[in-house]
């Protein structure tokens, strides 16, 4: 018994380092899972976790995908751990030899690792159910909406039955009437009883049908007239636009024309001014020149 415990720690040591690391790895894959547990556990959590399932599920979900493929890899990683950390530990308990102080720091150490396998365990079998949860949700949500869309088209085709359903009941009492007034005032009843109403019937579908295509024709005739009505009324309004710039032109010209004939005038006054100023200053220098004279004729006549 002593020989193969001894076998089972020494093969236990030789893969310590090995064991450390996944460990390690499992003890921080331990803590994102219970992040990830306390994201969901908050009141914005969830629509959070529907829109990232939705979006995984959309591009990177199936059955052989990769992502469900390394899930499964890591699911099974996870599992032989905690199931070498469990032997380990009931190694050491299953066995009668007094262990020394490094065999009980292995123990410690098997024991803390398979309680952090364990935990990572359970909250990733935990993870994976919550998320097919979600994504089943979510398919059945988007099936509800399509039979939703299905049941109110499915209830307006009903609707739409039930109406065609009561006009024709309608009219099929019209043509019982018709039919029974038809027969009750025919004196011998027989199977042809019922021939003339079809024949009147028939009559005056093809009555109304005629006056129909005769109402049709008149639409479009009128609806020519009207076009042709249109055209007249476009060219009649270029043609009055047409006319109001012709006079708005011509406006302008004899504005200008008589504008051009003020200012003609105004300088034709002005020139005049001008023409009697030089007189009236050649007017008043020949004054002065008698005046002067006449001044030296006084002088000379004292």
């Known amino acids: 018994m002593s020989g193969e415990l001894k076998n089972v720690i020494g093969n236990s040591f030789v893969s310590f380092g090995d064991t450390m690391l996944l ?10 899972e219970a992040l990830v547990c306390l994201l969901l556990s908050l009141p914005f959590g ?10 995984l599920s959309y591009h990177l979900g199936g059955k052989n995908s990769i992502a469900t493929n390394t899930a499964n890899i890591i699911l099974a990683i996870v599992i032989i751990l905690f199931l070498s950390n469990a032997h380990t530990c009931a190694s050491y308990y299953t066995s009668d030899v007094m262990l020394s102080d490094g ?18 365990l359970f909250l990733f079998l935990l993870l994976r159910l919550v998320y097919h949860s979600i994504e089943t949700n979510i398919h059945l949500a988007k099936s509800l909406q399509a039979m939703r869309k299905q049941a109110e088209g499915a209830s307006a085709g009903y609707k739409t039955l039930l109406e065609e359903q009561e006009v024709a009941k309608v009219k099929l009492q019209k043509l019982t009437a018709l039919v029974k007034t038809d027969t ?6 027989s199977e042809g009883d019922g021939k003339p109403i079809l024949e009147r019937l028939l009559d005056e579908n093809s009555i109304l049908q005629t006056r129909l295509q005769l109402v049709e024709k008149e639409k479009e005739q009128a609806n020519r007239q009207v076009e042709i009505l249109q055209k007249q009324a476009n060219g009649q309004n270029s043609a009055f ?19 051009l004939k003020k200012e003609e005038v105004i300088r034709k006054q002005e020139t005049d001014l001008k023409t009697l100023e ?10 002065q ?12 006549a004292e």
């Open 278 to 287: 030089q007189e009236r200053d050649s007017l008043k220098s020949q004054i």
């Open 23 to 32: 460990n390690y790895l499992m003890f921080w894959l331990m803590c994102v």
């Open 289 to 300: 020149d008698y005046d002067f004279m006449f001044a030296e004729a006084r002088k000379k």
């Open 103 to 120: 065999m009980r720091i292995r123990l410690l150490t098997a024991q803390r690792d398979l309680y952090i396998t364990g935990f990572s």
């Open 241 to 259: 636009m047409q006319l109001l710039e012709e006079k708005t032109l011509l406006v302008t010209k004899d504005t200008e024309e008589k504008l």
């Open 46 to 55: 969830k629509t959070v976790a529907q829109k990232t399932v939705q979006f």
């Open 184 to 189: 009750s005032g025919a004196q011998e009843p």
